[in-house]
């Protein structure tokens, strides 16, 4: 009971204190404030897509650097110039840059952001396709867009490096013929328009094209180029023998540790991009899947798409469809 | 860019349901009061509870239901860093003058005192036991202290208890029995 009315004391001592605190009645601008806090985080935005175009430009680069047409496309060689159809999505470790010389010959401008989807379209050449938003959430969100410019680049192989990577790789089976070396593939890329939403990165672009000589055996060079990335031998050869139209190569950080399975949708086959692990992904890898991130490659006709956004799998694939 | 108009958006507008314009039109005026409370400068209480509505817009895991809670707490935390600050650089008479025209010039002294012996005290508390008085002090049920915190609601009253004596303690300490 002397404990309770202590306390009680002490209540009230403690409340008589702070009751000193009561301050005078403020009108504060709230509309201006409401303009403010816009304005911050809108900057705060900006210098965060910023960094982000910075590191979409090296993932970019990367699916560039990995384009390849596919071993069936040989008989079109007559063609030459060929464009890229279908996508493949693997894990590589980063030593499979040693097992090829890479240089561009048109260095892409650095993505930027625009001020719009017509700003976008004069600089792309294109006109960006953007998904239904009102499948994306509701209300709609605002989306930033950005751009990097059109490259092209050249591959040289060199033997020794390859069969050197191989080495280190420890895939010792892996036959490298003499005839390789020094054999060039020319690839261009059209201008890579990106929107960004809150959980939403589109990224979009017109197929590439790829120029090699005729009879140069493309599916084993793949094959070679994925064992060195650290893909065991079955999987090395069944994605090279998988790609059934002149398609483009999505490399990942191995430690990514990214699962891949193919889902159908509107326009054909897509590949749908998990998280393995359900842990964060590496740092600076944007295309990396987060654990509750869904990423979606696929291509149309006229497009090829990445999606990665943190809608469940089924609004996703719809997102997806809605795209032309 | 706003998805229909293609024109630049609003960007009060967020991916999810949550309108974070109408929660900021309902709440920034009374995080405002907390804070102000709290340090005593009205000035700067706006300008922190921008910054506590700054931080709301970058969480998207809090903005639901539960937004009022967590902006409370962030708020009586945003002040309370900025009583320690302020604590640090031993500017309590310049910064937590607070007038009011109908009081008499010793009344101000005499408030102004009380306030800043309150501040100075709350400022040397732990973290959690001001929190706990200030929310108790906002009129929170010992369930909605609870939530805000994010603790037992059972271990509430043991918990404030516990700060009160800490409080009566440390004041006492600084300025002795005055009343």
Known sequence: MANKTEQSNIDRWVDDRLANLQTPESHPDIESRLRQVEHKERARRQRRRAAGWTALSLAAAFVVVLSFPSARTRAQFVFRRIALKGIQIVGVRPDIYSAFIFEWTVRPTPAHMVTGPDAAAREAGYIPSLPDWTMVSQPVPSFGIGVMGAGAGRYLIRVSDLRAALKRAGATDVVVPDAWDNVQIEMDMSPTVYINARGFILIQSLPPHVTMPEGFALAAFIEALLRVGGIPAPQARAIAQRIESPGALLGLPADAQIETREIQMRSGTGVLIENATGRTPPAGCVLCPGPRDVELAWQTASRTYILKTDLNEARAVAVADSLP | ?179
Not at chain 2, 68 to 96: P, Q
Request: aromatic share 8%; with cysteine; hydrophobic share 40%.
């Open chain 2, 1 to 179: 860019v706003d998805a229909n108009t293609g024109q630049l958006a609003d960007l009060s507008v967020s991916r999810s349901t949550f309108d974070f314009g109408a929660v900021f039109r309902s709440e920034y005026k009374r995080m405002t009061g907390v804070i102000s409370r709290i340090i005593g400068d009205p000035a700067r209480a706006e300008e922190l509870a921008v910054e506590v509505f700054c931080r709301l817009w970058r969480r998207p895991n809090v903005q639901g239901p539960k937004a009022g809670g967590w902006l409370h707490r962030a708020a009586i935390r945003l002040a309370l860093d900025e009583l320690r600050r302020r604590s640090r650089r031993e500017k309590y008479e310049a910064l937590f003058s607070v007038f009011r025209p109908q009081s008499t010039p010793e009344q101000i002294h005499l408030l102004t005192e009380k306030q800043r012996q309150v501040r100075a005290t709350l400022s040397r508390l732990n973290r959690r036991d001001a929190e706990l008085l200030l929310l108790r002090n906002d009129g929170l049920s010992y369930h909605e202290i609870a939530e805000v915190l994010d603790l037992n609601p059972a271990s509430v009253g043991t918990l404030l208890s516990r700060a009160q004596k800490a409080f009566r303690q440390r004041y006492l300490k600084l300025y002795g029995q005055q009343d």
